[in-house]
């Protein structure tokens, strides 16, 4: 495959299909500004209403003479209460990432990167309760690292997700073809459908593992027993989905851009996405790096595809330069 733009035989000027427009309709209500509105206001609603009810039960647990099993469970650091809320803002950056799916696969990394640097910083309250325990019986020691180790992680990935869109926004606007297209339009269309698919199994995922919450919490009611015996992995496997959802990107994107230079950075973001998984997988000591070298290794290649498409603008250019020079001694 050569540098040069390869499109589609069927690439016209002619909307796509019937099918495909009604698809993407349906997207557009679905993730329409009014409902993401309201979306965000419901979470904010949630997750007041979770921080209020987890230091309510943490209260109890901590004055009641014999708390349930339950309110125990939640333990006797109000810092606790901090993830709880942050958890339903995570899942709204989650919508917000899918409805932005059918954007410009730079926006779509930038998301994951985004969503990536929230779930190290919602590690850090997780870590907090530990942390805080420590300094109140000034007993610092190597335990505390984490929260150290997850702080600075997020920040310095809340700096990468700054440059890489800095390097986004320094990049060629025409690295597809902004001619009006049916492949372009299909493509569109086809994310739009990908993006729809996604969200239905967002939500399957969120249910199994609210059920999974929901069948700890019965144990400790039932029971009497403290302790959390199912780990929900959530974030685990949405960025999994996500590998596979940009590995079909990437396949569909070959229609209305063949381009090498492309392709290569679809693939590369792919790999980047990989690492992020494995990173959140690993968890502590070698997940934090391992995230922060997948999002370097993201800016890097865009770094190098901008290059690219300089070198390929002055190739252009310079085509054009002796087409009009020929043109000129033909005349």
């Not at 410009?104 to 969503?115: G, M």
């Not at 939500?203 to 015996?229: K, P």
Request: contains cysteine; hydrophobic residues 50%.
């Amino acid at each position: 495959m050569t540098s040069a733009q390869i499109k589609s035989d069927h690439a016209s000027s002619e909307p796509p299909g019937r099918f495909s427009l009604r698809l993407g309709a349906f997207h557009d209500r679905i993730f329409s500004h009014s409902n993401t509105t309201k979306l965000k206001h419901l979470v904010v609603r949630l997750g007041i209403a979770g921080f209020g009810i987890h230091l309510l039960m943490i209260f109890l647990g901590k004055t009641l003479a014999h708390p349930p099993a339950l309110f125990a469970d939640m333990g006797d650091s109000y810092l606790a209460a901090i993830s709880t809320p942050f958890n339903f803002v995570l899942f709204y950056e989650v919508v917000t990432l899918i409805g932005a799916l059918h954007e410009s696969t730079t926006k779509s990394v930038a998301y994951q990167f985004e969503i990536v640097s929230l779930i190290f910083i919602r590690e850090v309250f997780k870590d907090l309760p530990e942390a805080a325990g420590m300094v109140a019986e000034h007993r610092m020691t190597w335990s505390a690292l984490p929260l150290f180790v997850d702080m600075w992680a997020g920040f310095l990935m809340y700096l990468l997700v700054a440059v890489f869109q800095h390097v986004a926004r320094r990049g060629p606007a025409h690295a597809i073809s902004d001619e009006p297209s049916r492949a372009q339009a299909l493509f569109v269309a086809q994310k739009k459908a990908v993006a729809l698919g996604l969200g239905a199994l967002l939500l399957c995922m969120a249910a199994y593992n609210l059920s999974l919450i929901g069948m700890d919490v019965y144990h400790v009611v039932i029971t009497g027993q403290e302790g959390i015996t199912h780990a929900t992995t959530f974030y685990n496997d949405l960025f999994t989905v996500m590998i596979f959802t940009d590995v079909l990107i990437l396949i569909l994107s070959i229609v209305v851009s063949g381009q090498y230079e492309v392709v290569f950075r679809s693939a590369a973001f792919v790999v980047s996405i990989v690492l992020i998984r494995f990173s959140l997988a690993e968890g502590y000591p070698f997940g934090p790096p391992l995230a922060l070298l997948a999002m370097i290794f993201g800016i890097l290649t865009l770094v190098v595809f901008n290059y690219h498409m300089k070198i390929e603008d002055m190739r252009v250019e310079t085509i054009a330069v002796e087409h009009s020079h020929t043109d000129h001694d033909r005349e």
